[in-house]
């Protein structure tokens, strides 16, 4: 990240908004909360301890949450992991919507951003004017608003890099969730790759073909795979 241009406004969470979601919107769009089956709740239990565990033996903070293609649950797993993590104790969780492609980890908390990640990107809006919490206190989210086809270009940006090492670096015990676009349907989460520490992914139990899995392997090399969550999306 040498040669980064510094963030134009540094980042000040206490202007965080709050943003309470209804249960039920939560339940019919499957985001974790208190009245979700215990099954899942212990599911998203044994991913979180398995992902920490891993970052934390490396010293990373960091990973992208990808699918091979649309529609495979890579974002519900990357907010529901969010959510899991930030319920441990002395921990803080940062989910960023870097699929500018098609945003919509906000829609899953029934919001509506003014300002997007795409707004500090092209022009500079401060990022806590974006920021929101969904009521969730060690929870924070940073989400995208519009659609970009041209997204590589825009996450390569020298304000997009300087805004990355703010964010990985501004608090110890913060973990960073970012959610890319399918690897096999764009170049972005492989563009983006030196900023983030390792990989978590999602495949779609009898969906996903061997074929995008091995394409996969070849095109992530060296980066460091962190798991592979096996869901069942339908």
Known sequence: MQGATKLVYPIRYRFTQIHKVEKDYLNRHRVLNPASSRSVIKSYKLLRTQVIRKLARNNWNSLAVVSARSGQGATLTAINLAISVSLEPNRTVLLADFDFRNPSIHRYFN????????????????????????????????????????????????????????????????????????????????????????????????????????????????????????????
Not at 112 to 136: C, K, Q
Not at 162 to 176: D, H, P
């Open 111 to 234: 919001y509506t951003p003014i300002l997007g990640l795409s707004d500090y990107a092209l022009d500079n809006a401060r990022i806590e004017d974006m920021l929101f919490t969904p009521n969730i206190e060690s929870l924070v989210v940073l989400p995208g608003r519009e659609r970009f086809e041209d997204s590589s270009e825009l996450l390569a940006a020298p304000n997009m890099v300087s805004l990355v090492g703010e964010l990985k670096t501004r608090y110890a015990q913060r973990i960073i969730i970012y959610d890319m676009p399918p690897l096999l349907e764009s170049d972005d989460a492989l563009a983006f790759a030196d900023n983030y520490d390792a990989i978590l992914l999602v495949i779609e139990e009898g969906v996903t073909k061997r074929s995008d899995i091995k394409r996969i392997a070849e095109l992530v090399g060296e980066k460091p795979v962190l798991g592979t969550v096996f869901n069942n999306v339908s």
